[in-house]
């Protein structure tokens, strides 16, 4: 074929086109090959390179857009350029490399390849080759380096041109459009697979990303004898040393978590007379992860399965991914995770009269995906490197991957029949880190007294010191101390013993410490019941409960009533005891009992013993400093756990105890008039609860903060540290005593963690194998140590599930069901609940960092989201929004632009609403079950019926070559591809003389959207 033709691009050519021009490249496209000569003559060097460039036409052709048609012409060859580079240091030669090598290329005006002869010192030098990968593929790096040689050879007079040598000036007809039955299948093959992918879980990753962006590698090898044993392995499983690490790496993904992560790998579509010829000849397509596959699954059988799927997807290499599967928009990486594997030359070519060193995987400093490994197999062993983007995952945990899938691949080779769920990820530094440097939290606390000891041993020291305040009474430590033996006794007469429970039913005055300690004092463990709960739920607890007394300050509700076995009613005044108080409740008893909030299921009566209660209390005295200069506001519902914390702490410490009336939480202005008329320094509440005191103004300067019950979103984190002198982030299940982690939010923070595990705490972050899992994974969280729960009253099946045995320290550990994952610092991030995650369309997401997104718009003052269904039946994100005080409305389109600024399109609601104020449980937690139904969507109407409308819709429907296109219909899910936008553009540019940017076809992708657009520029 004439070299001075125009020929049209093909498929694969458009696609790499098209993202160059939308300007998101990065120098993704760039392809170096670096050789490195000892002696070299630049003279015959240039014109070797004059001769290779002159048998490749691809090497100088140029792209040109005519009329929605995208073609190749000739344009300027690329020459030898020569650039003395003696004094350069190494630095500086590494500096310049990778300059060039992303040097950009013109794709309109060419050339589309560089050679740069950098002279070293003496007779050394390197050869820079770059070529755009618009016509160039990883095979033609060893047809560009083969030829070189030859020519070089020739230049040099040292050999004759041969055909079979150099081959004849070529330029093959470019791969023609795909048979519409071979897309048809494709389509069959690819659709199902693709709509049910999930993003890879990778360390310390957010969230997984497609567009290129500035790069690092990091690059490590197996010597031959690895390699060989890796070979012999693959051979043993039946497949190829390709398809071997091709399943190790979808092993790794699959252990991180990830459930259905499709590896992009680029695939020839060279056919035999195209061997030999430069040119892109690839076509990138997804391998799955095999359905079916367990923990229980030898590597050598996911091996095979592996092997099988990719197999399966190749008949189809010839047809781009995107008319296989709509909805696909244009990009650089087709998947998150791609592997790329090459077999290397057996032996580098020879340039007569230097010895030459071939580098063909150079990296050209971008990253096309979020991590791309490339292997390059050759007999001296396998080099592999990890490409990505340091803006989205860190070196630190990409040095951590690489180690994990050498952990993995060495054990799968040694092993092939190793089960899946068995293979070790983590190497021993790591695994020491997670389970025992972390976990290093062991203190000496006084474990044989209780709670109440505490208190009598301050009373002792300061007994007129003012323990409580409740309105206007005040209660020193000796009032105090003689209240409880009082209570004691009375206890004691009403018949209660050892080892009963004595529910609470209490107002919040001065006395309800003082009884909450009598309990004890009488050998028994109290259950606080909320007055303000249902009396079905408050009669449920005392049954389930077994409690022998029902102790009251008020009239309970009569089913309350009938339900305990006996109701004693303190009167206003002093009480008489009716008999000596009985024996004080040893440290190994039980201190409480308390119900979980029954949210799903049958409520859970949760036994917490005296030593896990002083752990928690004197571990939280020494980090806050805590002694009798404070003063702690008891402002949380007895109910809900953190209220032992508020109540005790102060009262173990010598501080004072501020109780707050009952509906303080509600009551912004009134609360914080207590909080500066009682000198109140340290305050306990929920995120809603926090949010509430914010809301009547600026707080008193110099206060300490904690927060707990749920997860502290950082808007709000931000906030409350600049107007708190401290700030504790806490978190803990009622299964481990209040608080089993914590951490200082810093000034400014950029991100909220619930810290390290408290004293005698430890804490582990495990797989569904009960393995550790890497540093940035999330896994669920076990915690054991000295303040775990004794487990679930009347429960023994349930606490045998949910207390398991420790397999790293001994005793015992709680599944916590909640998601976290260790920071690099050791810290852990919260993830939220197991069983709160949700999927849309295959996507598994997490609807606090939708929420904490939320909350990071100035007129968002709460946010909540939940899955509704659609009328199809569809599940759905809604989004419930409390505007900020004094904001201006706030448009739907403005709030989903926000938030597409940090998350997915996957995870931006479908619909908003907009409440006053969030439902909240009776314990201060946002109520997730009693948010409101969004309102029905009207359903998509015509758009206005005008020509433009109607002139974008015809263009739309003919370059389609579909018929009944609505003004809403997505260009993307109708197959729309590179081709169809150039297309689409150049008939928009006829008919309304209006120049379309290819990038807005990603915000504008419905003919309604577009045409508002085009009205916009006539």
Not at 526 to 551: C, I, K, M, N, T
Not at 811 to 816: C, D, K
Not at 939 to 955: K, N, R, S, Y
């Amino acid at each position: 074929m004439p070299h001075s033709l125009p020929l049209p691009a093909s498929p694969f050519q458009r696609g790499v086109w098209f993202t160059e021009r939308l300007g998101q490249a990065y120098g993704v496209f760039h392809m170096p090959v670096l050789l490195s000569f000892d002696r070299v003559d630049a003279e015959a060097l240039a014109r070797a390179v004059s001769t290779v460039t002159t048998r490749h036409p691809a090497l100088s052709r140029v792209f040109v857009e005519r009329d929605g048609s995208l073609v190749l012409e000739p344009g300027p060859a690329p020459v030898l350029d020569v650039v003395d580079a003696a004094e350069e240091c190494a630095r500086g030669r590494e500096k310049r490399l990778a300059e060039d090598t992303a040097r950009p290329f013109d794709l309109q005006a060419g050339p589309l390849a560089r050679f740069t002869l950098y002279r070293g010192s003496g007779e050394a030098a390197e050869l820079l080759a770059v070529v755009h990968h618009a016509v160039f593929d990883g095979e033609s790096k060893d047809v560009l380096v083969a030829e070189l040689a030859a020519a070089y050879a020739q230049a040099l007079g040292e050999a004759a041109p041969a055909a079979d040598r150099i081959p004849s000036a070529r330029l093959s007809p470019p791969d023609p459009d795909p048979d519409p039955d071979l897309v048809r299948r494709a389509a069959d093959w690819y659709g199902p697979r693709w709509a049910a992918a999930t993003e890879p879980v990778l360390p310390g990753l957010p969230h997984a990303v497609t567009a290129p962006a500035s790069g690092e590698s990091d690059a490590w090898r197996i010597d031959a004898r690895g390699r060989a044993d890796l070979a012999e392995a693959a051979e043993r499983c039946g497949v190829t040393v390709f398809e071997f690490l091709l399943a190790a790496l979808h092993a790794l993904l699959l252990r991180y978590g990830g459930e259905a992560v499709p590896v992009a790998v680029p695939l020839s579509v060279r056919t035999p007379e195209q061997a030999g010829e430069i040119g892109l000849f690839v076509n990138e397509l997804p391998v799955h992860a095999p359905a079916g596959v367990t923990a229980r699954t030898s590597f050598a059988a996911f091996a095979r399965a592996v092997r099988a799927e990719a197999r399966g997807g190749y008949p189809f290499r010839p047809v781009p991914f995107g008319a296989a599967v709509g909805g696909l928009t244009p990009r650089a990486g087709l998947a998150p995770v791609s592997f790329g594997y090459r077999r290397g030359a057996a032996a580098d070519p020879v340039f007569p009269g230097s010895t030459v060193r071939v580098d063909r995987a150079v990296f050209n400093g971008a990253a096309r995906n979020t991590l791309h490994l490339q292997a390059v197999d050759t007999a001296d062993g396998l080099a592999f490197s990890l490409q990505y983007a340091p803006a989205v995952l860190s070196p630190d945990a990409v040095d951590r991957i690489a180690g994990h899938l050498t952990a993995l691949l060495e054990a799968a080779t040694a092993a092939p029949d190793t089960p899946l769920g068995a293979l070790p990820l983590l190497g021993e530094c790591e695994r020491h880190l997670v389970t025992e440097e972390w976990n290093a939290t062991a203190r000496a606390y006084p474990h044989e007294r209780t709670a109440l000891d505490l208190v009598r041993e301050r009373a002792a020291e300061t007994p007129d010191a003012v323990a409580v305040s409740a309105g206007t009474e005040r209660l020193t430590y000796r009032a105090l101390v003689e209240r409880i033996d009082e209570l004691a006794a009375v206890l004691g007469g009403a018949g209660v013993r050892r080892g009963d429970v004595v529910a609470l039913h209490l107002e919040r005055s001065a006395d309800l410490p003082a009884v909450l300690l009598a309990v004890h004092a009488a050998g028994a463990a109290y259950l606080p019941l909320d007055p303000g709960h249902p009396a079905e739920r408050l009669a449920f607890l005392l049954a389930d409960s077994g409690a022998a007394l029902l102790v009251a300050d008020r009239e309970p509700a009569a089913d309350v009533a009938a339900a305990a076995p006996a109701v004693l009613r303190l009167a206003g005044g002093r009480t008489e005891p009716t008999a000596p108080g009985a024996e004080p409740a040893p440290p190994g008893d039980l201190a409480y009992v308390l119900y979980t909030s029954g949210s799903t299921g049958r409520p859970k009566g949760v036994e917490i013993g005296h030593r896990a209660l002083v752990n928690l209390l004197t571990s939280f005295a020494d980090r806050l400093g805590s002694g009798p200069q404070d003063v702690w506001l008891g402002l949380t519902s007895l109910s809900f756990d953190i209220s032992g914390l508020e109540i005790l702490l102060p009262l173990v410490t010598g501080g004072r105890l501020v109780l707050a009336p009952d509906g303080a939480a509600l009551d912004a202005p009134g609360t914080v008039g207590l909080i500066r008329r009682e000198g109140v320094t340290h305050l306990q509440a929920t995120p809603s609860g926090w949010r509430v005191l914010l809301s009547a103004g600026p707080l008193p300067a110099g206060l300490t903060g904690i927060v707990g019950g749920e997860a502290l979103p950082l808007p709000l984190a931000r906030e409350l540290r600049g107007s708190l002198g401290r700030l504790i982030n806490g978190y803990g299940p009622t299964e481990a005593t209040i608080y089993a982690t914590c951490a200082d939010v810093p000034a400014e923070p950029d991100a909220v963690v619930i810290g390290r595990p408290v004293a005698n705490t430890r804490a582990y972050v495990l797989d569904t194998d009960g393995l550790p899992v890497p540093i940035g994974i999330p896994g669920e969280l076990h915690l054991g140590g000295d303040g775990l729960a004794d487990g679930y009253r009347g429960r023994p099946e349930l606490t045998a599930e949910r207390f398991v045995g420790d397999p790293f320290a001994g005793g015992r550990m709680y599944r916590t069901g909640d998601l976290v994952a260790w920071t690099q610092d050791g810290e852990l991030e919260f993830h939220g609940r197991i069983d709160d995650q949700v999927k849309i369309r295959g996507h598994r997401i997490e609807l606090g960092e939708i929420e904490a997104a939320l909350l990071d718009h100035p007129a968002v003052a709460a946010a909540a989201v939940a899955v509704r269904e659609q009328a199809e039946g569809e599940p759905a994100l809604v989004g419930y929004r409390v505007p900020a005080p004094g904001s201006a409305p706030l448009p739907d389109a403005d709030l989903r632009d926000h938030l597409l600024r940090t998350l997915p399109a996957i995870m931006v609601p479908r619909q908003f609403v907009t409440l006053d104020r969030l439902p909240l449980t009776p314990s201060g937690k946002l109520d997730r079950r009693a948010l409101p139904d969004p309102p029905r969507e009207r359903a998509a109407g015509a758009a206005e019926a005008d020509d433009v409308t109607a002139g974008v819709l015809a263009i739309w429907e003919e370059v389609l070559g579909v018929s009944g296109l609505g003004p809403e219909d997505d260009l993307f899910d109708h197959g729309g591809h590179s081709l169809t936008i150039i297309q689409i553009t150049a008939r928009i540019r006829a008919a309304f003389g209006v120049e379309l940017a290819f990038d807005l076809f990603f915000d504008a992708s419905t003919p309604a959207a577009l045409a508002d657009i085009v009205r916009e520029r006539r």
